[in-house]
């Protein structure tokens, strides 16, 4: 339980650790495809960390980096393969961010920093933990700018043929609301930075621990 | 789309670093010195065109025709980081003095988001060839200008006063979020 607290809030991935950002910038326009994206990764996260935790003692020290992304990258397509067949709609939204968790900086730094040193239970914990907290922190970003830049909450909209469920609630609109650069790529960094500076004033403005 | 508004939007109102978000770890991360970002700009450009050329060629003549596109994102990341590799071992060698300036930089570039993302994009946007190549080169042309520039700005952030919360990355975000005002044209 500690360990999915710590990555949830004391190492969040997005507001603390400021790791893989491509992602948290480019979905969340939408709150709906933040916490897809969220999952996606979340899993993806979970079994990396869990293969790569097993076979930690077999794979010499020289070509670990190779081995852990061609897991990774296996996982990134199995993900892929399942969205195309089940959500096509999912695919498409994410396009190539989902792809590019192959390289995401988050799933190959808990890789080198955990899944290859601790067990097998606390790697998988920790994986939990920061996919939980990526998620959360996705759409926390996604919220404000959705509400901001479109003037719309869209909690399930593409996956509503799946679900059978669908919700899209849309705000009233005054003179300056709402405001289209919040949904664009400007927005997207003005909020990050926010929240970042949030959460370092909060720890008590000690710095980041940098990449 | 005619080639050379392909490669102006691609530099600039289609930039990677600022519309797309590509890349940005490094930007964020070690761009505060002007000379360094100048290397790692250049060694983009270099991994980016080679490994757009060598992807779009193994996609198209090996993965369509055996029917095994769902390995693309497998295979584009072994080529990347084993042509990193190569790169390195070979300028080593032949070119030490220009190893000694970007050698630093490339096996970081062998996990960049940028490099991957541009030769996915390529696939996704059924680019002809010469498009392919024009993309790609304009792409990481407008890498080396955003993060160049970048670079000169946070030298002169570094010694202006900030609120404590404010310093280091956020700021730089908000650096971030201005000058994509600017490239997008809103401004």
């Keep these: ?211 | 789309m005619s080639l050379i508004s392909l490669f102006i939007s691609s530099i600039l109102a289609q930039n990677i670093i600022l519309t797309k978000f590509l890349g940005i770890c490094p930007f964020i991360g070690a761009s505060n010195k002007e000379k360094n970002a100048f290397h790692m700009g250049l060694s983009v450009m270099l991994v980016v065109t080679l490994s757009s050329i060598i992807t779009y060629v193994i996609y198209y003549y090996v993965l369509v025709p055996t029917n095994t596109t769902y390995l693309r994102t497998t295979m584009f990341v072994l080529v990347i980081a084993s042509m990193v590799q190569l790169m390195e071992l070979l300028l080593k060698k032949y070119l030490p003095k220009i190893h000694q300036t970007m050698g630093l930089y490339l096996p970081l570039i062998a996990t960049n988001c940028a490099v991957l993302g541009i030769t996915l994009l390529n696939i996704n946007n059924d680019f002809t060839f010469t498009q392919m190549l024009v993309f790609s080169f304009g792409s990481s042309l407008g890498y080396l200008l955003v993060i160049y520039i970048f670079a000169t700005i946070r030298e002169r952030l570094e010694t202006s006063d900030i609120s404590k919360a404010f310093s280091g990355i956020p700021i730089a975000l908000l650096t971030a979020a201005i000058m994509s005002l600017v490239f997008a044209r809103y401004l």
């Design chain 1, 1 to 211: 339980m500690k360990t999915i607290l710590n990555g949830i809030i004391k190492e969040n991935p997005t507001f603390v650790l400021v790791l893989g950002l491509c992602p948290a910038l480019a979905i969340t326009t939408k709150f709906e495809n933040a916490y897809l994206m969220g999952l996606c990764l979340l899993i993806i996260l979970v079994f990396s960390n869990l293969v790569i935790s097993i076979i930690k003692n077999i794979v010499p020290d020289a070509v670990r980096i190779p081995v852990y992304i061609l897991i990774i990258s296996t996982f990134v397509t199995i993900i892929e393969i399942l969205l195309q067949a089940y959500v096509p709609v999912l695919n498409s939204i994410l396009g190539i961010y989902l792809p590019l968790i192959t390289v995401n900086c988050i799933v190959l730094g808990r890789a080198m920093a955990v899944a290859s040193k601790e067990s097998v239970k606390t790697s998988v914990l920790d994986a939990i933990g920061i996919g939980l907290g990526y998620t959360v922190a996705l759409m926390i970003i996604a919220f404000f700018r959705e509400v901001l830049g479109s003037g719309t909450i869209t909690l399930m909209d593409a996956t509503s043929s799946l679900t059978g469920y669908k919700a899209v609630y849309t705000l009233p609109t005054t003179n300056f609301f709402p405001m289209n650069i919040m949904s664009g790529p400007a927005g997207a960094y003005i909020t990050l930075a926010f929240f970042v500076a949030l959460f370092t004033k909060l720890r008590g403005g000690k710095k980041h621990e940098s990449h």
